[in-house]
């Protein structure tokens, strides 16, 4: 999942990203009642992660997180052979997870996966208990991109976002979850938002909001079925992260974004925390709830000197966010999309 691009802006989109962007400099935060330093990371030696999408992009920096506190990590994906239009591949980040490896212990595991296809997860499932003898930590990352109205959306476009997203999510949360309850631990955490809390939201987005928080609703069911033994919980970005999306669908500029670093170092915490558990999480907000100083949060900048806009941010009243009436479909109709679009 990333959100902006580093592509040439029309002198409209970049007005009004600018307006967007100055309007929110001051966000606000919810308040918060933890006065503590953010918790060290814990240390996952010993523990198994399978993180979906990470060949790339948010994925990988999950896995080179998740690898940095000794955890070994299945990094699983579509992406096998390099392509020109596409950097990385499961084999590139699970060399650098084996080079992290060599001071933290984590080991890598490279596994060709297609979540639409349900034997291909049993694969990767059954591949990752056979070369490590647990799962521990599931990350549901990939997902598919489509904002558009419900008039303008395929059915095949529509099938392709929900079995990639919501059916791919559930496919392997139902299949990792039984490990993790007989080692008596264990995460899964979808990268999902909340769950729109007015009916304009649905605006350009209904087919993705089925297909994204169906994403949720599989770490709300896992934390619903698993008495606390296996905890769960959605994250979602505030602002547009950094990634191959953002740039290719040309959502704004780097000073717009936040690194994927916010939402790797969520998933690292959320597997130290005992607490958090059936809750669809905003990552800043997270963060901030677990101690992190609110200025600290400009660690996560693309550009150092500008606070992004919170666009992607729930509904809460705290920030005006929510209301990002963004079209992006097809990268070949970009031009067009981008002309239907406000930022």
């Known amino acids: 999942m990333s959100l902006v691009g ?28 933890c006065d503590m330093p953010l918790p060290a990371p814990p240390s996952l030696r010993g523990k198994v992660a399978v993180v979906t999408g990470g060949s790339r992009g948010i994925g990988r920096e999950v896995c080179l997180a998740l690898a940095r506190q000794g955890c070994d990590v ?5 992406s096998a052979t390099p392509q020109a239009t ?21 080991r890598a595991l490279a596994v060709a996966c297609d979540l639409r296809d349900e034997r291909a997860c049993e694969t990767c499932v059954a591949t990752a208990m056979a070369r490590f003898g647990r799962i521990d930590i599931l990350v549901n990352n990939a997902s598919a991109l489509w904002w558009q109205s419900i008039e303008d959306t395929p059915l095949k476009k529509y099938d392709l976002i929900n079995a990639i997203n919501a059916r791919g999510a559930f496919v392997m949360a139902k299949l990792c979850a039984p490990h993790m309850r007989r ?12 769950l729109p809390k007015t009916f304009e939201q649905y605006k350009n987005k209904t087919a993705y909001f089925m297909s994204k928080c169906g994403m949720s609703m599989v770490a709300l069911g896992i934390a619903a079925e698993h008495d606390g033994v296996v905890k769960a919980n959605a994250l979602w970005p505030a602002t547009v992260v ?8 040309q959502l704004g500029s780097r000073k717009n974004w936040r690194k994927a670093t916010i939402l790797a170092d969520c998933v690292v915490q959320l597997c130290g925390d005992e607490r958090t558990n059936g ?7 997270y963060l901030v709830n677990r101690g992190l100083a609110r200025q600290e949060l400009a660690r996560y900048r693309c550009d150092p000197d500008t606070e992004p806009p919170r666009l992607l941010a729930e509904h809460s ?3 005006g966010g929510g209301d990002w009436d963004v079209k992006r479909g097809s990268v070949k109709a970009l031009r067009e999309d981008r002309a239907r679009s406000k930022l």
């Open 6 to 33: 580093s592509g040439p802006k029309s002198p409209d989109i970049a007005r009004d990203v600018d307006r967007v962007r100055d309007a929110r400099s001051a966000f606000r935060l919810p308040p918060t009642s």
């Open 74 to 78: 299945v990094v699983a994906a579509k």
């Open 86 to 106: 596409l950097p990385g591949t499961i084999h590139t980040v699970a060399r650098e997870v084996e080079a992290v490896g060599r001071s933290t212990g984590a």
């Open 183 to 194: 080692n008596g631990w264990g995460r899964v955490i979808c990268m999902g938002p909340p």
């Open 242 to 249: 950094e990634s191959l999306a953002s740039e290719n669908f």
């Open 279 to 285: 809750q669809t999480l905003i990552d800043d907000e």
């Open 317 to 319: 009243g705290t920030d």
